[in-house]
T-cell receptor, first 108, second 110 residues
Framework: SQQGEEDPQALSIQEGENATMNCSYK?????LQWYRQNSGRGLVHLIL?????REKHSGRLRVTLDTSKKSSSLLITASRAADTASYFC????????FGQGTELSVKP | ETGVTQSPTHLIKTRGQQVTLRCSSQ?????VSWYQQALGQGPQFIFQ???????GRGNFPPRFSGLQFPNYSSELNVNALELDDSALYLC?????????FGPGTRLTVL
């Protein structure tokens, strides 16, 4: 069964806009990770945020974590057409448990 | 490229058959996990192997089994295939907190 829920399920934006994806989860975690998947291929690790961290940045990515609300968000700034992919959050409590994913479409 | 390889890339089987999928983990990684990803869904954890022993299992029946070898490569075996086993099967090797995923094997059961 899936650990969390991601919101929205699908997101369509124009190049240059920001994209925000949200993730909620149910149990306690060691860390939360975000992954990207292009069209049925393998998952690419984007960023990991530990349970004692509140915010983390990596390039155009910004991740926040609120353990009191059991939620996380991924912000992609200045989006590009190449960012078109599915994005998954995964909680790590010893094994990775993934959400359903957000399908992001960035139009040129 | 993550350094994790999987074979075969695609596979077609019929109901009732058995299948073996293979994974070579990234050098030095002694933990391998397998995931099943149905179309339009997130990956679901099948099981994890650490130094040749299974040390975690998701909600999958016993007909899903695995092996890890001394070189840390791994196999996923599925017996008595069902139509719902059609999915992308992903393996991942763990280095610290980060998991590195292979490209997956697309299994179609007819």
């Amino acid at each position: 069964s899936q650990q969390g829920e991601e919101d929205p399920q699908a997101l369509s934006i124009q190049e240059g806009e920001n994209a925000t994806m949200n993730c909620s989860y149910k149990t306690s975690i060691n860390n939360l990770q975000w992954y990207r998947q292009n069209s049925g291929r393998g998952l690419v690790h984007l960023i990991l945020i530990r349970s004692n961290e509140r915010e983390k940045h990596s390039g155009r990515l910004r991740v926040t974590l609120d353990t009191s609300k059991k939620s996380s968000s991924l912000l992609i700034t200045a989006s590009r057409a190449a960012d078109t992919a599915s994005y998954f959050c995964a909680t790590d409590g010893g094994k990775l448990i993934f959400g359903q994913g957000t399908e992001l479409s960035v139009k040129p | 490229e993550t350094g994790v390889t999987q074979s075969p890339t695609h596979l077609i089987k019929t109901r009732g058959q058995q299948v073996t999928l293979r994974c070579s983990s990234q050098s030095g990684h002694n933990t391998v996990s397998w995931y099943q990803q149905a179309l339009g869904q997130g990956p679901q954890f099948i099981f994890q192997y650490y130094r040749e022993e299974e040390n975690g299992r998701g909600n999958f029946p016993p007909r899903f089994s695995g092996l890890q070898f001394p070189n840390y490569s791994s196999e996923l075996n599925v017996n008595a295939l069902e139509l719902d086993d059609s999915a992308l099967y992903l393996c991942a090797s763990r280095g610290g907190n980060e998991q590195f995923f292979g490209p997956g094997t697309r299994l179609t059961v007819l």
